[in-house]
């Protein structure tokens, strides 16, 4: 095979790499961190996207632009949520918050069914089709500056955890909920943040992705499972793991493609998924249990 | 005389009460019984979007036809839909195909999707339920024998024909650009249908197949598809799936600046105005071959224009129920009644004309309408127009298209 196309492979399963990063951080931090299976990740990240057109298409707000709104409206957003209706009436019991955040993804994608029809939305912005040459490769700019800015987000969610003092709340409290609670931790409060926090990420991520793909009511569905492999694969918990997995996702994707088919090339991310888990049943980076 | 006079004004007024008393239920009695027809649609999941149009468009049948005073043989008797949802998915189109036969439908319209017509039709059958496929493009939907399927719009068989006398004319009108293709398809049956068609068809018209390259539903990216084409260097790129696919690959197509002399498609999923609304660059020169309304008709246009006053756009789902219902409904004037075995006699026997397709009178001939036919399109930066055939032609093809670059 000609070496320009495996090169060119290898870019674009990087770059879609980042992007399944950039789905996936802010579910390491709920799913890894708090060990909430937040079924409505998808749907909430589709809301999301949402709002990022309709800042654009209603009031002309470019999509980064709409980071400054997005990331604040949805950390409000989870912050609530959490408190008002999964904190709320899950009574601490992890299996009430699966079924409540299922049941939350099932409301919101079918409301958002209701106000916004089915229809695909795109966005069209100045740089939308605006090309970077990485050798004999063509790059758009939106999925090179998403990729960029998913590494960053990783880094700074890793930092925030590690070093902020709300950061080791959250470990404490995802390490030993009854004993952070000894010590004077509000853990439904620590709760609430983390989820802000989670989807927090995904008003960034939504605005990252505008620029690249489409919006509709079952836009969250693409790219839910592939989040929950991304995190799972990489370790729970871990922002390293969530860049690492997501990044192997999207090699294993983009190469599946390449020498199986689009169509029969995307068992490879299964494949894969069945395979670290074998050798790495704590994923690649996921501390032992 | 004043008594007697009195006793009669009583008796009058007596008897007058009486009537109404007893008289109402009769009233009520002679309203006839609303025909409820079963709409069967993909409103949410993958499908939604096209569902919702679909359904849209036979509520809008079901509307006019109700406002014009209901089905007139049958005293007026009003039309009712029955909303089903198949959610995108085969299994669930069988179930609401059921839970609407319990409702007591009398007829159903649907489905959208090929592979949810193809169960959804065949339980429709067990009742001898009147089906009309609104959308839904595979060959076999009708080519099972069921009595109790009709389709108005073309199946994907004499699509591919018809486009590819339509694309072989504007070819050899520019002295013939094109001699390559790739098929590009999803892998459920109505793009693998349609693509195996495609592909035994292309010499037929004297272009040779370099590839067939099929992606599932979804795809979130189509970076490499698209290396993929632009290594095999085809002059025409044609391309078979839903929406979303086919909004994600015509962008990537352009982003990657594929030189092509035409992207094409048969029954193209996302070419429609939203398209050249919100990617007017990435639209632009697009052709498809498709269902659509006969732009030269002024009820057609009047219909768009009330379509789009409702904040709609005039998608080809629209009409295409519409016509389904409308279809039904000449078959219900018909038959005078909503009986099943009559009503699917005269749906048989039907010479209805959709004056706002392309189409001449209905025949079905195994349940497909012989009568109808798509049409090729091109967009440009701000709409879609009829470009072949000549009597329903807009506007002239721009082919080969100009170079992106």
Known sequence: MDPSILFAATINGLLIGGIYTLVASGLTLIYGVLHIINFAHGSMLMLAMFGVYYLLTKLGVDPYLSLVVMVPAMYLLGYFLYKGVIGRLSNGKDENILLITLGLSIVIENVALMIFKGDTRTITVAYSDKMVELGSTLVPLPKLISFIAAMVLCAVLGLLIRHTDTGKAIRAVARERVGARLVGIDVDRVFAVAYGIGLATLGAAACLLMPIFYVSPSTGNVFIIVAFTVVVLGGMGSFLGAVVGGLIVGLTESFGGLFLGESLGQIGISLIFILILLFRPSGLFGARR | ?405
């Open chain 2, 1 to 405: 005389m004043t008594s007697n006079s009195r006793v009669s004004r009583r008796l009058v007024l007596q008897a007058g009460a009486a009537s109404t008393i007893l008289g109402a239920p009769g009233l009520l009695l002679a309203q006839p019984k609303a025909v409820k027809i079963g709409l069967v649609h993909p409103v949410s999941g993958a499908l939604a979007y096209s569902g919702s149009q679909s359904r849209f468009g036979a509520q809008f049948a079901i509307d006019e036809i109700n406002a014009a005073g209901g089905i007139k043989s049958m005293g007026g008797a009003k039309l009712e839909a029955a909303l089903g949802d198949s959610q995108s998915r085969p299994e669930v189109g069988v179930a609401e195909v059921e839970r609407l036969h319990q409702e007591g439908v009398s007829a159903y319209v649907g489905c959208f999707s090929s592979a949810i017509a193809l169960p959804a039709t065949q339980a429709a059958a067990k009742y001898n339920t009147p089906f009309m496929i609104d959308v839904g493009v595979s060959d076999a939907i009708v080519s099972r024998g069921l009595k109790n399927v009709f389709r108005l719009a073309p199946g994907n068989g004499k699509c591919v024909d018809d486009a590819f006398a339509g694309l072989s004319d504007v070819n050899k009108a520019a002295g013939g650009p094109a001699k390559t293709a790739v098929i590009v398809h999803e892998d459920s049956e109505f793009g693998t249908s349609t693509a195996k068609l495609l592909a035994g068809k292309l010499s037929g018209i004297g272009l040779e197949v370099k590839e067939v390259l099929k992606h599932a539903t979804p795809t979130r990216d189509f970076s490499n598809l698209v290396l993929r084409i632009k290594s095999l260097k085809p002059d025409l790129v044609i391309i078979s799936n839903y929406q979303n696919e086919y909004v994600l690959l015509a962008r990537t197509l352009y982003q990657q600046k594929a030189e092509v002399a035409g992207i094409f498609s048969v029954l193209g999923g996302g070419f429609n105005y939203r398209l050249v609304k919100e990617q007017p660059e990435v639209a632009q020169y697009m052709m498809d071959f498709n269902h659509w309304y006969n732009p030269k008709n002024a009820k057609a246009q009047a219909m768009r224009k009330a379509v789009e006053a409702k904040g709609n756009l005039f998608t080809f789902e629209v009409y295409c129920s519409y016509n389904s219902v409308k279809c039904y409904a000449d078959a219900l004037e018909r038959a005078k009644t909503d009986e099943r075995a009559a009503a699917i006699a005269a749906l048989e026997a039907s010479t209805w004309f959709p004056e706002v397709m392309p189409y001449g009178p209905t025949k079905f001939v195994n349940g497909q309408n012989t009568g109808g036919r798509a049409v090729l399109l091109q967009a440009t930066k701000t709409d879609i127009g009829v470009v072949w055939p000549n009597e329903f032609a807009e506007a002239k093809p721009v082919f080969p298209r100009p170079k992106v670059s």
